[in-house]
């Protein structure tokens, strides 16, 4: 057991059976002030007010001044990826963009160059100390994607390293096939349709032998795939028990968010290029919008209308998209701050879209995103600070001071 006392703020109280919030209910951050949690064999077994504190013979943490919060739930993340591409980043000062980059063979094409030279081990040895870094940051469950593989051994790779992840680390993580991440150059220039015949009669088939996917994503946009090449990989994919996740609307208004939508993806995310239609058709669904604010940040484009999609009463989440070409950052704090500043969402309706409803994004949050008893114990300690909102004012500093995942402290 684990006992977590005189807590300052337990904050993002949920009921058992809200999976995610939407609208006005993202502006609210339920809390209990000088509180205290109990952990059991990796689960929240109970918390209340101080004054309900039991007096247990266990692990105990005193958490005075502290604030206590729901581990982050990153939903959307490519970090089995080999060496770096800062070479790139000099392109993009020089006035390149993402998809003049890509056409010079930059990009997608770059990493999966460099990790078709990478051998397993190595490649798990890099991306596991991203993981750790990520924790240190406060996440605790992780959506990872394939998608620099290109080809059926290396797109394995990817995900067995992925799977080995999730054998022998705390955090909680789901695997994502994105072989459908661009056209590898040798099926360029009228030789698409072989790609897409690739990854629905090869990829997906022995994907779905191993059990090494819980989705399937593609990147449905201007330059990469388009809507029917998209519809035919999610139809495929349904036919394995794979539920889609789309990459929508980065570049231009691609028709990913419809597609998506009308094939149940669980998400659609990037969404820079949204308006009122694409709004309408997340409405009544129960597809998740999902916003990457790191992304437009670091590539200089727009920044999805979540605030928009909130006031129409959608739910929306948050995720880093951590991958070293247009977004090779892991922290979601920083993420939380982006959102409040460029996007103009509360501190309660970032958090909210960076715990519950990230976790919904990755099909957890039955068992994940909030302080609900009966969750997983995935939360982290805060140091001694002055209020929530402080967390995304302070968008450099450091706030996070220990990390539980599973009921058990991270060392």
Do not use: W
């Not at 309408?280 to 999902?290: D, I, W």
């Amino acid at each position: 057991m684990l006992l977590i006392k005189n807590i300052k703020k337990l904050v993002g109280i949920l009921p058992e059976n809200k999976l995610r919030l939407c609208g006005a209910e993202m502006d609210v951050l339920q809390s209990i002030d000088n509180a205290y949690l109990l952990a059991e064999k990796g689960v929240i077994k109970n918390f209340g007010e101080m004054k309900n504190c039991p007096n247990l013979d266990c692990e105990t943490i005193d958490a005075n001044g502290k604030m206590v919060f729901p581990a982050f739930c990153d939903s959307h993340s490519h970090i089995v990826f080999a060496g770096s591409r800062e070479s790139e980043f000099l392109d993009k000062i020089n006035g390149l963009s993402y998809e003049e980059i890509a056409k010079r063979g930059g990009g997608i094409l770059n990493s999966a160059k460099l990790l078709h030279q990478t051998s397993e081990e190595e490649l798990y040895n890099q991306v596991l100390k991203r993981l750790k870094m990520m924790i240190g940051f406060g996440t605790g469950a992780l959506e990872i994607k394939s998608g620099y593989g290109l080809n059926t051994e290396d797109e394995i790779k990817m995900l067995r390293v992925i799977k080995r992840l999730k054998e022998e680390t705390q955090m909680t993580i789901r695997a994502t096939f994105l072989g459908a991440h661009a056209f590898p150059l040798e099926y360029k220039n009228g030789k698409e349709d072989e790609y897409i015949s690739l990854i629905c009669n090869e990829m997906l088939p022995k994907i779905a032998a191993e059990n090494l996917a819980d989705f399937v994503d593609v990147f449905c946009d201007k330059g990469f795939f388009t809507v029917e090449q998209t519809a035919k990989i999610l139809e495929t994919a349904q036919k394995y028990g794979l539920r889609g996740k789309i990459h929508a609307n980065e570049l231009d208004f691609s028709g990913g968010v419809q597609v998506g939508v009308k094939y149940n993806a669980l998400s659609v995310d990037h969404l820079e290029c949204s308006g009122e239609n694409e709004i309408a058709v997340l409405k009544n669904s129960e597809t998740m919008p999902t916003g990457l604010p790191g992304c437009s940040f670091f590539l200089g484009i727009s920044f999805a209308p979540l605030k928009d999609m909130i006031n129409s009463g959608l739910s929306v989440a948050l995720a880093t998209d951590f991958n070293p070409g247009s977004t090779p950052s892991g922290n979601m704090k920083f993420v939380l701050s982006l959102a409040c500043i460029k996007m103009r969402l509360t501190p309660a309706q970032a958090i909210n879209a960076a715990t519950i409803n990230g976790a919904y994004a990755m099909g957890i949050s039955k068992t994940h995103g909030s302080i609900t008893i009966g969750k997983v114990a995935n939360l982290f300690i805060t140091n001694e600070i002055p209020s929530i909102e402080y967390i995304p004012y302070s968008y450099t500093e450091p706030i996070v001071e220990k990390v539980i995942l599973r009921g058990k402290v991270c060392s």
